[in-house]
């Protein structure tokens, strides 16, 4: 006899719960005597009859069904087991963790931009988190017609409403085309308010919703990085202020690089201006030998006394003319 006991009695668990499922239901034709319920943490267990709620089981556990179970549901405590007949009934297993899904636009979205007929052309990235928070509206609207429901399938509806709630919230706030990641916390927090009242309707709720980027076409980025080239030409002075004081810092800890060959620049720099300055001075302050009229230079002088020209023996500066014999 106990083996024929053990032989009709079911266990009644979700035990190849897997990530990224939201609920998946035990079917079965009927649950027997003597059968079991195991709830894991992050399980929910409904008992289903008919396609109506009769009982929800929250802590984690083992359970005897007959015993420990039917007294609690709704319109079926009263039912008693036969040796022939069971329990007719469904057991929704919901897992109560909140979600992450990442998500990504499928295609570019063309925001509004003076001078380009078409738009400008942006995707976005990020992630949103979801979970069950609405027991009631799952049942009636998901649980009636799916065996089993994932993150791909509240990916699906989302991704599907992006586009237009992007566009909506970038252009109702006019925010700045070129600068839409300083204001991705603001649009984040507006789209998720939208996507959480349209998909509450099913019984998940998105708690969080996150943009982690706004990519642009390669061709704008490049307009960008010239356009921040010339910005830093365009300031030279304050741009190698700011090298040498990297190098300064740099220099205490053994750093170099860029910073470093920037000072150096300066400090050579430096260094033949003040040659420069300090030649221009000497020849302002030396006088020049004022050979007395009538008094030739010696005989065999090897440059002019007057100006200073290599005379090659000669007996009159080649450049002056002046006497050297």
């Avoid at 000072?263 to 006088?287: D, K, L």
Wanted: proline share 4%; glycine share 12%.
């Amino acid at each position: 006899m106990g083996f024929i006991k053990n032989q009709l009695a079911n266990v009644v668990e979700w035990n190849d719960q897997k990530e990224g499922m939201l609920f998946w239901k035990w079917q079965n034709e009927e649950i027997k005597k003597g059968s079991r319920l195991i709830i894991r943490p992050g399980q929910d267990a409904i008992f289903l009859s008919s396609g109506k709620c009769e009982g929800i089981f929250e802590e984690e556990g083992n359970y005897d069904i007959e015993s420990e179970i039917i007294p609690f549901l709704s319109t079926l405590k009263g039912f008693k087991f036969g040796f022939n007949s069971g329990l007719r009934a469904e057991v929704l297993f919901i897992n109560t963790l909140e979600q992450v899904v990442k998500w990504g636009t499928k295609n570019a979205i063309n925001l509004p931009a003076p001078g380009l007929p078409g738009g400008m052309p942006i995707r976005a990235f990020g992630t949103f988190n979801c979970k069950i928070v609405d027991r009631d509206a799952l049942i009636d609207r998901l649980a009636g017609i799916h065996q089993v429901y994932t993150i791909e399938d509240v990916k699906e509806p989302i991704i599907a409403s992006l586009d237009q709630l992007l566009m909506s919230w970038i252009a109702k706030e006019g925010h700045d085309m070129f600068n839409l990641q300083t204001d991705a916390r603001n649009i984040a927090e507006g789209i998720r308010g939208e996507l959480d009242a349209e998909m509450r309707e099913y019984g998940i709720g998105i708690t969080k919703f996150n943009i982690e980027s706004f990519n642009y076409p390669e061709e704008v980025k490049k307009m960008q990085e010239k356009a921040a080239a010339q910005s830093m030409v365009g300031d030279v002075n304050k741009y190698t202020q700011m090298a040498m004081a990297d190098s300064m810092n740099n220099g205490k800890s053994g750093g170099g690089g860029m910073a470093a060959d920037m000072v150096s620049m300066q400090m050579g720099m430096a260094m033949g201006q003040q040659m420069v300055q300090n030649m221009g001075i000497g020849a302002a302050n030396q006088q020049p030998v004022q050979p007395q009229m009538g008094t030739p230079a010696a005989a065999g002088a090897k440059f002019c006394p007057n100006c200073g020209t290599p005379t090659n023996g000669a007996k009159f500066c080649p450049n002056c003319g002046y006497k050297l014999a």
